[in-house]
């Protein structure tokens, strides 16, 4: 993980947020631009409503934040947005989907 991590670019050196929305973020975690991308494609009105912003400013916060990714990573994070169990979790059979229901 740590070797991954340090391929990844730091929100802090992106420029894409101010001080404020970058403590907003670091509070729940997301500390890379591609941490936020993926928070903000996973759950955008979550995003919206912590950083405060209206859904054109977020858009646009999307696609500066997408510019900054490396090619690979566009690619990974386009797997996986087109896969049907986003979660990275497969449901199991359909006698196992009942337990603990």
């Known amino acids: 993980m740590v070797r991954l991590k340090s391929r990844l670019t730091p ?12 403590s ?7 500390t890379t631009v591609e941490e936020l991308v993926g928070a903000i494609q996973g759950g955008p009105r979550s995003m919206q409503s912590v950083l405060g912003l209206s859904q054109t400013a977020l858009d646009e916060l999307l696609g500066r934040g ?7 990573m566009k690619a990974a994070m386009e797997r996986q947005r087109g896969r049907t ?5 497969r449901l ?3 006698d196992d989907r009942s337990v603990g229901e």
């Open 92 to 94: 199991g059979r359909r």
């Open 11 to 22: 929100l802090s050196s992106s420029g894409l947020l101010s001080p404020d929305e970058q």
């Open 66 to 72: 997408i510019s900054l990714l490396s090619p690979e």
């Open 24 to 30: 907003r973020v670091r509070a729940r975690g997301i």
């Open 85 to 89: 169990y986003p979660l990275g979790a």
